[in-house]
């Protein structure tokens, strides 16, 4: 079955510190990844994603995701956390001819000042 | 660029009520989308459209829900007999199409969503 999983419904971290947010996959065939975020009464921002070629890709804001095909993976990382990054983060997987997107339940990110 | 816009923001309707929703894609994205978002959820995959054709429909997507994209620009999604059960955030996104033989493009831009309340 398809399926995406991201393990931590809530983060929270300190202003500064960094950050990884963790998504692994079920998925039958070569996948495509992306990362969205979602902020309050806002709709789903892109924030980056892979199709194939260089297993770390880079994104908006500072963000930055490494695909691991070995661990079905697909997390999320960013250095730095500033205090406008509390949001929710979705992962989500497509595929090659598959034009539904498979979502993750999300992570909720919290900023502690 | 103006984005993909979403026609009412909110609607409070009562329950047994019909409601309908309106979508605008990015101009030159063939390929539109709904989904469903319940609060804590991600979103579900409701239907899609290449063009005016609709191409696929979930089967989240009772016979009260039916979807239109009559010019292959707008898309309307429209709930008859609403049930409190369908209160949510309804997402429209759209995305360009695939060329054959091309690398994949199938990003999906997402608008801001209308959120319904059945009461």
């Known amino acids: 079955a398809q399926s995406v999983t991201q393990p931590d419904i809530h983060i929270t971290v300190s202003e500064g510190a960094s950050l990884e947010l963790r998504c692994n996959y079920s998925?039958?065939?070569?996948?495509?990844l992306f990362w969205y975020v979602q902020s309050p009464g806002q709709g789903l921002q892109l924030l980056l994603k892979?199709?194939?070629?260089d297993t770390l890709v880079q994104g908006i804001k500072g963000f930055e995701a490494e695909f691991k095909r070995s661990q079905s993976s697909f997390n999320l990382r960013k250095p730095s956390v500033h205090w406008s990054d509390a949001a929710e983060y979705f992962c989500?997987?497509?595929?090659?001819?598959?034009?539904?997107?498979?979502w993750g339940a999300g992570t909720k990110l919290i900023i502690k000042p | 660029d103006t984005g993909v816009s979403q026609d009412p923001r909110h609607k409070i309707t009562k329950r047994g009520q019909n409601v309908t929703f309106r979508c605008d894609p990015i101009s030159e994205h063939n390929r539109l989308y709904w989904y469903r978002q319940t609060l804590g959820q991600g979103p579900e995959f409701l239907t899609y459209?290449?063009?005016?054709?609709?191409?696929?429909k979930s089967r989240l997507l009772s016979d009260r829900f039916s979807a239109e994209r009559p010019k292959g620009s707008f898309s309307t999604l429209e709930i008859q007999r609403t049930e409190q059960g369908d209160s949510a955030m309804y997402l429209c996104?759209?995305?360009?199409?695939?060329?054959?033989?091309?690398?994949?493009?199938?990003?999906?831009?997402f608008g801001p969503g209308t959120r319904l309340l059945v009461l």
């Open positions: 998925y039958g065939a070569t996948p495509y």
């Open positions: 996104a759209s995305s360009l199409p695939r060329l054959a033989g091309g690398p994949p493009r199938e990003t999906q831009y």
């Open positions: 459209f290449q063009n005016e054709a609709q191409l696929e």
């Open positions: 989500a997987v497509g595929g090659d001819s598959n034009y539904q997107l498979i």
């Open positions: 892979y199709f194939s070629g």
